[in-house]
């Protein structure tokens, strides 16, 4: 599937709801470094909240591209081709596949304990 994140990650099991979040395809230092400009944005932005200048969506727009461009990051030109909605479909799609494969693997915690007890179970009664 791709991912690297999910909401149970690393041994949990991936869920519909966590395919869609783009996020959830960045690999640990992309992560960083995305938690690093945020931060900054924010406290930026928090910064100007204080000394209580108005800001419209479109003044958060051009102060983002501005912050981008600061610090030599790219910016994206246009929208792109796929649309979230495509990408979305896509991304359930690929999860329906996996799907199937993950139910066939994944063992619960209650079947981990369940296997725990029956093998002290076997250890302690040995059959006959």
Not at 67 to 91: M, Q, R, V
Request: aromatic fraction near 8%; charged fraction near 35%; charge should be neutral.
């Amino acid at each position: 599937m791709g991912l690297t994140n999910w909401a149970k990650s690393p041994y949990g099991k991936i869920l519909k709801s966590d395919v869609a979040v783009a996020k959830n395809y960045l690999t640990a230092e992309e992560l960083k470094e995305l938690g690093l400009i945020v931060n900054a944005f924010l406290d930026l932005a928090e910064r100007r909240a204080r000394r209580k200048i108005p800001m419209t969506m479109e003044d958060w727009a051009k102060r983002l591209d501005i912050f981008l461009n600061a610090d030599d990051l790219p910016l994206l030109a246009n929208k792109g081709k796929i649309s979230l909605e495509s990408a979305k479909l896509h991304a359930e799609s690929e999860f329906e596949k996996y799907r199937i494969v993950q139910d066939r693997l994944f063992e619960s915690d209650f079947d981990k304990v369940l296997k725990e007890a029956l093998l002290t179970e076997n250890q302690y009664c040995p059959k006959l």
